[in-house]
């Protein structure tokens, strides 16, 4: 497997070649890949010239993704007040981006239920990451960030760590090994931003979004440091309400982001209110 161009690509693959666990490298890196019409919804959003119809005939051809994008327009998290029967209806009501959100977590959802696999995890990680999406996008329209690819960034920000489970899980079956749950738990603490970054590369995912998943734990050394903040914060509210993991509390609140961000105690307490509700009217709506 050729790694994505790119400084960020290099710099990501560079460390893990460098890393203490031969089985984790990047030309072994065990990536799942998004179904074609995913893949080309990603691609036609990142045109400029792309039409509703266009997007709503790609839709369209999938029947899980057109019920979803259809359930997210007529849920209560649009304001749904007539609901709408066809998928070019919903295109207009929710907007390129956001349906591009929504077939990436469809897809995503499709591709992490295997138990061989992922365990309990996949069910946990989608979870976590569809809890983050909505509170990065509740950041971003407090910090005046780009809500929509905040909340692709949310939704991403782990992936690296379902990568890094798998490439185990194959490496194992393929060279008849047992690679310790220790030694796994210490490389997706470490690795799993990088893995994310190299993974996106080949989902065709922006630029700039490969960007933050690889620095969200680092956002000062991010090419956009707010972005990546956004998505960091995002993710330690996720972590503070429980979304996918157990709940850690208020003790997150101590972390820099949040003055970083101007995220003071009264806008805390509102997003303590709108968070759960969205995400639970998210879990509804997909599914």
Not at 6 to 26: Q, T, V
Not at 153 to 161: A, P, S, T, V, Y
Not at 177 to 182: G, L, M
Request: with cysteine; glycine share 6%; hydrophobic share 45%.
């Amino acid at each position: 497997m050729s790694t994505p161009a790119g400084s960020d690509a290099a710099s990501a693959a560079l460390a893990l070649r460098n890393s203490d666990h031969p089985w984790l490298r990047p030309d072994d890196l065990s990536i799942p890949m998004l179904p074609d019409q995913a893949q080309r919804v990603l691609h036609l959003v990142g045109d400029p010239d792309v039409t509703i119809s266009t997007l709503a005939s790609v839709v369209s051809k999938d029947p899980i993704l057109a019920t979803r994008v259809l359930g997210m327009a007529n849920s209560a998290l649009y304001g749904a007040m007539s609901p709408l029967r066809s998928v070019s209806d919903a295109v207009v009501r929710l907007g390129t981006r956001t349906v591009r959100n929504v077939v990436v977590t469809v897809s995503m959802q499709s591709q992490f239920k295997a138990p061989e696999v992922y365990g309990q995890e996949g069910f946990r990680f989608m979870e976590h990451a569809i809890g983050t999406a909505y509170v990065a996008h509740l950041v971003a329209d407090k910090t005046r960030g780009d809500v929509d690819e905040s909340f692709l960034c949310g939704l991403l920000h782990d992936l690296g760590k379902l990568v890094i489970m798998k490439t185990a899980h194959q490496y194992q079956k393929k060279h008849d090994a047992v690679i310790r749950s220790d030694e796994l738990h210490a490389a997706i603490v470490q690795y799993h931003a990088v893995c994310g970054a190299l993974a996106l590369g080949f989902w065709n995912v922006p630029d700039e979004v490969r960007d933050v998943v690889q620095h969200h734990h680092a956002f000062e050394d991010a090419a956009d440091p707010q972005a990546a903040a956004i998505c960091y914060a995002a993710n330690l509210l996720s972590h503070r309400y429980g979304f996918g993991c157990q709940p850690e509390g208020d003790a997150v609140l101590e972390d820099a982001v949040f003055p970083y961000l101007d995220l003071d105690a009264a806008w805390i307490a509102h997003a303590d209110v709108r968070a759960p509700g969205l995400f639970n009217a998210a879990r509804q709506a997909l599914g």
